[in-house]
């Protein structure tokens, strides 16, 4: 009579298997002491690249990375808490709707959750903060209880932990990099990190997920008081800080540029572009060290350079426009691993020097803006000067381009 083996664990016990039928008297294989027992797991997992330590504008190190988890088993697996540690040291940890919050099924980030189902893949988003001073961590690990919903008898059991991913953390540095853009009132419209677009943003090219944006901001200009247009919404020239000009934020290399792509009606979001014009008009600019920026969305015909050219820190070379992928006028920047602004992983900068001048109140206060509204403020925030932080989403900078 044939043993029925379950079929999540049908490749554990076929590589038992073979190893028993070879010819002969083969001899076990050796271990050593530190050597791990095989066990069963329900998960398979991996961080989709190593976090690189970024001090941020509200005093803290971030560690901002993403897991990817994917159920192994034939049933649902509903996770209940996620947390990383460092040695006996617990950083973080998710439970209930606070874990839901941060975890999306791949390939559907609209809709929060913690039920994994049969094959499926989610990919949690973490960010892993501490205070300034704190000794930041070599090594990360995770270590995840859920509940299963065909447990594997003598194996899996209906409730069950399981330690998943192992990473290290990234001994790189942030590049140090001057504003982008110059003057008052710069939002910071949507980056990390928290669960924003860019954020989530886990684009599969070329057979690969890549994180690019993961550190990118959008940034809009506020006028006074704390709006975003005056006039009709569907003209570029009604948001005040449309062609307002952009900044090399380093020195080094275009390496380059589209220059031709329409402006976008503002209010409402392009459909049917290829992936090649979800930057619209750009340029990508070596700074050296594998380090590339982005700066997209830029006016139609703006753009003063040619790939090949060298920009100095606070040149001025386009203009922040609205094309490619956007539904309002602002600048879209990021600092990525290599040139292609999708196919690339998203590196964490610092901003050399600049003012804090504001948040806004939360998430809710950035819906304000599209009617019209001033966006709510912080209540009782300190304005303070800064070096050496990176911005984080809702914040409202003072910059001055070239420093």
Known sequence: MPIRTPRALAVLFAAV???????????APETTPSSPPPVATALIGSALAEPIPVPATDGRTHLAYELQLTNALGGNATLRSLTVSTGD?????????????????LGNTATPTTVIGPGQSVIV???VAMDGGSTVPTDLTHSVTMTVGKPVPGMIGADFTQDVAPVRVSDRKPVSIAPPLDGPNWLDANSCCDMTAHRTAATP????????????????????????????????ESYPYFGAPVHAVGNGKVVSVVNDLPEQVPTKSPTGLPLDQFPGNHIVQDLGDG????????KTGSVTVKAGDELKTGQSFGALGNSGNTDAPHL????????DPLAANGLPFVISSFRLDQRLANPAAIDELPAGRPAPLQPGFAARDLSGVGPLFLDVMNYSAGQ
């Open 332 to 339: 879209h920047f990021h600092v990525m691993d290599g040139p």
């Open 17 to 27: 298997l073979l190893a028993g039928c070879s010819s002969g008297s083969a001899p």
């Open 205 to 236: 090219i070329n057979g690969k997920l890549f994180v690019a944006q993961r550190f990118a901001v959008d940034y809009l200009q506020l006028d006074k008081d704390f709006r975003l247009f005056t006039g009709d919404t569907t003209k570029p």
């Open 125 to 127: 988003w973490l960010d």
């Open 291 to 298: 380090n590339y920026a982005l700066y997209a969305h830029l």
């Open 89 to 105: 040291r617990k950083l973080l940890t998710l439970s209930g709707e606070n874990l839901k919050y941060w975890t999306r099924t």
